[in-house]
């Protein structure tokens, strides 16, 4: 479940991003991270994370940094996400037939 959840939340990243051409890439992050990532952290891990998306730079100049434009990444983000869905599908049809144990999540660490 995690491979899943990690290309999960770069999936919804790049999503968020392509819809959404005025979002914050904080606000973008944000939202990826609360439906792939956050159901597996504990409130502490949730929390910090949380904190860190305070820090990420601008959308304007996270697309400067790698080099790109608006235009140049939307094709890019669509091959992207397409190959995360590829992925996807392809790992939950290799374990659909595998019984994992839950996953212990502790909300407070326990002393």
């Given at each position: 479940h995690r491979l899943v959840a990690a290309i999960s939340f770069v999936k919804i990243l790049f999503e968020r991003l392509l819809r959404s051409p005025?979002?914050?890439l904080r606000e973008a992050a944000s939202e990826a991270y609360e439906a792939a990532l956050a159901p597996f952290h504990t409130?502490?891990?949730?929390g910090a994370v949380r904190a860190g998306m305070l820090t990420l730079?601008?959308?304007e100049h996270?697309?400067?940094?790698?080099g790109?434009?608006?235009?140049s990444a939307a094709p890019r983000c669509e091959d992207v996400?397409?190959?995360c869905s590829?992925?996807?599908?392809?790992?939950?049809r290799l374990l659909q037939d595998i019984e994992f144990p839950v996953s212990d999540v502790?909300?407070?660490p326990s002393r």
């Amino acid at each position: 479940h995690r491979l899943v959840a990690a290309i999960s939340f770069v999936k919804i990243l790049f999503e968020r991003l392509l819809r959404s051409p005025d979002v914050l890439l904080r606000e973008a992050a944000s939202e990826a991270y609360e439906a792939a990532l956050a159901p597996f952290h504990t409130i502490l891990i949730r929390g910090a994370v949380r904190a860190g998306m305070l820090t990420l730079p601008s959308r304007e100049h996270f697309l400067s940094a790698i080099g790109e434009t608006e235009e140049s990444a939307a094709p890019r983000c669509e091959d992207v996400i397409a190959s995360c869905s590829a992925v996807i599908v392809v790992v939950e049809r290799l374990l659909q037939d595998i019984e994992f144990p839950v996953s212990d999540v502790w909300f407070w660490p326990s002393r």
